[in-house]
């Protein structure tokens, strides 16, 4: 495995591949009604990436990589806040007049991207309280 991460761009590419194959199949095997499967194939997954991030014999990652995520993440805010500023109203508006019920799938996704927001804004008004 050594030679596999002598270079930082390969061990990369296996932290990336080894967190998408974990997080597509906790995914897969929860809706093959297999959820243990899924997390033992997680648990198993997240194990590669500290064996690789361990092993790794130069840093995986510097400043470009720190920007690219925060480019990323402020890309996802944004989509999920502007999606989220049509779609959760739309289907409120829906359900007001009948054509909607709020199903428990999508109660949870409309929790998740609630707390996804306050989570944010927590942030948000504690680092500029620290600042």
């Not at 995520?69 to 007049?97: D, H, I, K, M, N």
């Amino acid at each position: 495995m050594s030679g596999l991460l002598d270079r930082p761009s390969r061990a990369r590419r296996l932290v990336g591949g080894l967190t998408v194959l974990g997080g597509v199949a906790l995914a897969g095997f929860t809706v093959l009604e297999r959820p243990l499967v899924g997390v033992g194939v997680y648990v198993a997954t997240m194990l590669g990436v500290v064996v690789v991030r361990s092993q790794a014999t130069a840093p995986m990652f510097d400043e470009r990589d720190e920007t690219v995520s925060r480019e990323a993440a402020q890309w996802t805010l944004t989509l999920f806040g502007l999606g989220s500023a049509g779609v959760f109203p739309a289907l409120t508006v829906a359900w007001g007049v009948g054509l909607f019920e709020w199903e428990p799938w999508s109660t949870a996704i409309a929790l998740f991207v609630a707390v996804l927001f306050l989570t944010y804004g927590a942030f948000l008004v504690a680092f500029n309280w620290r600042r």
